[in-house]
């Protein structure tokens, strides 16, 4: 990669969230360059769900006819109780894709990753890969990263999209993941394997059941098959260093439903995906050195929006910065980067906050037993096909303006629930 031009912007890490502000900001003529630690750029082969407030701007960048050909349109969004396997509510993904403009697509995630790759490539973000950053700095009129290898670099603006674990975090709070004691067991499979369980083969499917879930849907043109097993980890709660292993896996769904059982064998057993996120963090910005994607706001999965947020805070940087129009000159992008980084701090930690609650508070619903149980079926039962109230703030394009965000969902008041 050549080095001709300094550039105007570094992105660490080359996930889906780094990636993709990486292309934002070239697509509003700045220069960037990302590093990624890793020899080679990739993602995990198991499937991603992307609400409308994401398809949105992949249709800004361009992208959403490739990733729409590589991934699939649901008809529908239903969920089911994990023991009865009866349908408890579900969303019509034709009639939300009228409300909102743009559809729901699941995709694999390497296809995804992909297709902001070939993206990146196409616009001229210069790639660097094999670069481990060890350290971040403000400097005079900007910021330096080291490198694990000594080398360091200087832009006017680093953005720090370096996941769960960034180090960039640490220059703006002291703080740990927080442990959920429920872990994620993936599989991806041809779909010939799971056509004999008889599986919905248009739809995405959600299991909600005591201290468990499990989730189903088609990727790539219906070829193949995508599964999710998430349960709480007894090992975990007794403090066990050793947890969300097989074992638990085979134990967490006993008595569950025929369906689940059916799909439980095509699980991946060589590796899982412990569940942690962070407490909600309201600044995001020192300096010139700014957090984006999980390194700012890891969620536990439960709204499927962690790649979506990560998406939406490129879009929206490069928005801000993109609206002071090119001033270029020797001296560099002419962006005021004060006022850019302002007003991203300005909007999206706060949605991000409600986001990161909200999944916590989806999960503890999904997840209840006996009484409870049995008052959210109740609730979710009553609930009308065609009710947004629930998504709006997430999924309509106010979730990149949060000051005019219509009430978010809390926590649905069971208790005066009869059953
Ligand atoms: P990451 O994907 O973690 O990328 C960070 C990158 O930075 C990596 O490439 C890493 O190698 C690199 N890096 C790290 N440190 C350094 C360093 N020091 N120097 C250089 N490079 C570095 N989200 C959704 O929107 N929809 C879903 O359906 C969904 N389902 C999920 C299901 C599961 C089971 C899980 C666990 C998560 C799910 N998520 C979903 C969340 C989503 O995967 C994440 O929020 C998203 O991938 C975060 O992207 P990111 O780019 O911010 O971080």
């Known amino acids: ?235 975990a709660l007794a403090g066990d260093d050793d947890w969300g292993t097989p074992d638990e896996l085979d134990h967490a769904f006993e008595g569950t439903c025929q369906e689940i059982q059916k799909g439980l064998p095509l699980m991946w057993r060589d590796r899982w995906w412990r569940m942690f996120d962070r407490e909600p963090l309201m600044k995001w910005v020192t300096g010139r050195i700014a957090l984006l994607g999980d390194a700012a706001h890891p969620p536990l999965q439960y709204m499927a929006q962690g790649a979506v947020m990560a998406i939406e805070d490129g879009w929206v940087l490069a928005q801000h910065a993109g609206a002071q129009g090119a001033k270029r000159s020797e001296g560099g992008s002419g962006i005021d980067w004060e006022v850019a980084l302002d007003a991203y701090e300005a909007v999206r930690p706060e949605h991000c906050r409600r986001v990161v609650l909200t999944a916590r508070s989806w999960g503890a619903l999904w997840h209840h037993v006996g009484v409870q149980r049995e008052q959210r079926n109740a609730v979710m039962r009553s609930r009308d096909t065609y009710d947004y109230a629930f998504m709006d703030w997430v999924y309509g394009p106010t979730a990149l303006k949060p000051d005019q965000e219509p009430e978010m969902f809390t926590a649905i008041p069971l208790d005066s629930v009869e059953v």
Do not use: W
């Open 1 to 235: 990669s050549t080095k001709s031009h300094r550039p105007d912007v570094f992105v660490i890490g080359g996930g889906i969230g780094g990636l993709s502000a990486a292309l934002a900001l070239t697509i509003q003529g700045l220069r960037v360059r990302l590093y990624e630690q890793a020899p080679e750029f990739g993602e995990v082969g198991a499937g991603l769900q992307l609400a409308p407030n994401c398809t949105r701007i992949l249709h800004d960048y361009g992208l959403l006819d490739e990733a729409v050909q590589l991934g699939v349109l649901p008809e529908h969004m239903i969920m089911k109780d994990a023991l009865g396997a009866t349908e408890l509510t579900r969303v019509d993904l034709k009639d939300m894709e009228r409300r909102y403009g743009f559809p729901y697509l699941v995709i694999h995630r390497s296809d995804l990753h992909g297709v902001l790759l070939r993206g990146c490539e196409r616009a001229g973000v210069e790639l660097v890969t094999g670069a481990r950053c060890v350290a971040y700095e403000n400097i005079e009129g900007g910021a330096r990263v080291t490198f694990a290898d000594g080398n360091s670099d200087e832009a006017e603006v680093v953005l720090a999209a370096d996941g769960l674990h960034s180090i960039a975090r640490t220059l703006l709070v002291d703080d740990e993941p927080v442990n959920s004691a429920y872990v994620a067991y993936r599989g991806a499979v041809p779909f010939e394997q799971v056509r004999a369980n008889e599986v919905h083969e248009k739809d995405v499917v959600l299991y909600v059941g005591p201290h468990c879930h499990f989730v189903q849907y088609p990727l790539r043109g219906g070829r193949m098959f995508n599964q999710v097993a998430v349960f709480q980890s007894p090992k």
